[in-house]
């Protein structure tokens, strides 16, 4: 099976170490999803976010974590029930991985990582010159108290092998992309490259979604808020004029394509609010 693993290196014909080492992860990515699907995690779950819209819609840049929702709200789901199986997975594809809950009772997203070095030792790396002990990591994050309104998916997907993942829609994912751009504490340039592809692909956020999100968490939560595309727009504005532009570039920087890195030096406030007119447009 670790044929396959590296045959799938191969396609990525990466350029450098970073690019190789993303590349490595993608498909670690890949085959966690492949043996989480066996588990029959995608049942009660959906896949959201960056590695979602990379790996269902090709998204041009990498992302470092697998994040999903659960379907119903439910405040009990442990990943104990599904991290033996998945581990069991992984090592039939020859992969010596550690699987860990890093869940707390009192958070609402809970978490698991992935730690393997056997991957690296195992395949034919270009550019690799780490540790032998080094181990990559990725981080699996479940919302179990989800705001209400999503829509889903089906896709397949045929690597490592034929399987099916339940995936957010579109227009769902946006809304909660945009709930972290207004919501989140922190500056993650990543958050806007993914709202500038959105935008390019002409994807309409779920406002209800969107909506019940704001509602329960942020700056909106005890206020009785209407989100319709005039909220959206003076929202959006207010938080682009807030934005570091410089440090925000730098964020994704190391997540893109080289062809791709000359575009950040747009990013402006002036840059964005052209793209917040462009999503009123299609509204």
């Known amino acids: 099976m670790i044929e396959l693993i590296q045959q799938r290196l191969d396609s990525y014909k990466a350029s450098n170490p970073v690019e190789e080492e993303q590349a490595t992860k993608e498909i670690l990515q890949e085959v966690a999803l492949y043996s989480l699907w066996r588990t029959g995690f995608f049942e009660v ?28 709200p439910g405040p009990g789901f442990e990943w104990s029930g599904y991290l033996q199986k998945l581990q069991d997975g992984l090592e039939e594809f020859g992969l010596q991985t550690e699987v860990l809950d890093k869940s707390r009772m009192d958070q609402s997203v809970k978490k698991a990582v992935l730690k393997d ?3 690296s030792n195992q395949l034919n790396l270009s550019f690799y010159r780490g540790h032998p002990e080094q181990k990559l990591k990725i981080k699996l994050e479940i919302d179990v108290n989800p705001p209400k309104g999503s ?40 958050d806007w490259y993914d709202f500038n592809w959105y935008v390019k692909h002409k994807v309409q956020p779920n406002l209800p979604h969107l909506q019940a999100a704001l509602r329960q968490f942020g700056p909106w939560k005890h206020e009785n808020i209407k989100v319709d595309m005039d909220w959206l727009h003076h929202a959006m504005m207010e938080k682009i004029a807030s934005v570091d532009w410089k440090e925000a570039a730098m964020d994704v920087e190391r997540f893109l394509k080289p062809a ?3 575009s950040l030096t747009l990013w402006s406030e002036k840059f964005f609010q052209s793209k917040v007119e462009s ?3 299609k509204g």
Do not use: W
Request: glycine letters at 6%; one cysteine or more; charged letters at 25%.
């Open 151 to 190: 829509g889903y998916e089906y896709a397949y997907l045929d690597f490592p092998l034929d399987f099916e993942v339940c995936h957010q829609d579109l227009g769902s994912n946006f809304a909660l992309k945009i709930h972290a751009l207004l919501c989140r504490p922190y500056l993650k340039g990543r």
């Open 260 to 262: 791709e890195k000359q």
């Open 45 to 72: 779950a959906a896949f959201q976010g960056g590695t979602s819209l990379r790996i269902l819609h090709k998204l041009p840049r990498f992302s470092e974590d697998l994040d999903f929702i659960l379907k119903e």
């Open 279 to 281: 999503l009123m447009q």
């Open 117 to 119: 070095n056997s991957i």
